[in-house]
Structures are given as C-alpha cells and as structure tokens.
C-alpha cells in the first residue's frame, strides 16, 4: 500500500530541525528500499524548510502510522502537524526514476484537498513534467479525498494547473526539492 505522508513544520523549530537532520535521514535511510518520493517543501524563496513530504510503500496503515509519527523530527517536536493518507501511484515509478532528474527547474508539491466527487483520476497530460502523482484515499482506499502531485513547472500558478482548480475545497502549492543523502 502507498501513503502520502507531509509533516508541517512548527514555527520557529528550523534549529531542532537542522540538529535532527542526521537522525532524519539515518531513519528514512531505514525506508529505503519503499520509498517512492521524498524531500523538503520550503519558503517562497528556496531557502527555508516548512516540511518535509515522503511517498512511501508500506503494508498497510498501521505500518504508515508507525513511520510517520516514529520520525524523529516528530518524536522532538518539529512539526506542528501531519497529514498522512493513503495514495495511489499513477506514474508506477519513483522520483529517482523522473526523467528531468534531481536538479533543474522549480519544483512544487501541489496538494489537492477534496470536495465532493472524485477529480483528476487520470494522469495530466504534462506527464514529462510529473515526478509524482496520485490520489489521496481513505485507509480502506475506497474514498477519494483529494490529489497529491510533485511536479516541476515555471512557476507556482503553473504547478496549480496540475489540477482542475474548482473541483477542490483547497489546493495548496509549495516550493519542494529532491530530498535525501546526496548520492
């Protein structure tokens, strides 16, 4: 089963954050082989982490639960918030398998919070500039609750387009970059 899982940071947590960051990774490094995507989202201008997002492959939400709230970043306080939910992976591939690879170009997390009817099931035809995309889903993964897509674009409003705009009750689009130990 696949889970979508962003940690908010707290306000004013950057330093306990930088000070975990090796507990950070020596624990995702634990999720290696299930994970899918992962990396910070951050400021408007690059430069400051707000959160952290992991795409991961587990075997059901239990184990999700363990990995989210078991990070270390969490167990300090870091984060003022955690969204996890089932996803669904639409492209069947990994961010390392993304054919524009690690750097190059603005890349957002653009998350989708759903109203009503299921939208954006299919896969955008900017597939080319798609790192990751599916939707989000009940634990049981029989209810649709909105879209979670990494995508790179020229800008912010570009990324949004991602996704049919009325069809959702919020559509959040955050400044995100490859994460992990540089290989």
Known sequence: MEFFCYHRDRRGSLALRMELLEAHWSYM????KEMIARGPTLTGDGEVPTGSVHIVDLPDPAAARAFAFGEP???AGVYRDVLLRRWRNMLGRTMWDFPGGRTGGSRYLVLGLGRGQAADLAV?????ELI???PLLSDDGNTWLGTAALVRAPDPDSARAVLT???YAEIEVHNWQ???RQQ
Do not use: C, E, K, T
């Not at 955008?124 to 080319?128: E, G």
């Open 29 to 32: 490094d634990r999720f290696d």
């Open 132 to 134: 990751a995309y599916g």
């Open 124 to 128: 955008p035809p900017v597939l080319d």
């Open 73 to 75: 970043g969490y167990q």
């Open 165 to 167: 705009v009325d069809r």
């Open 178 to 180: 490859f994460g992990g």
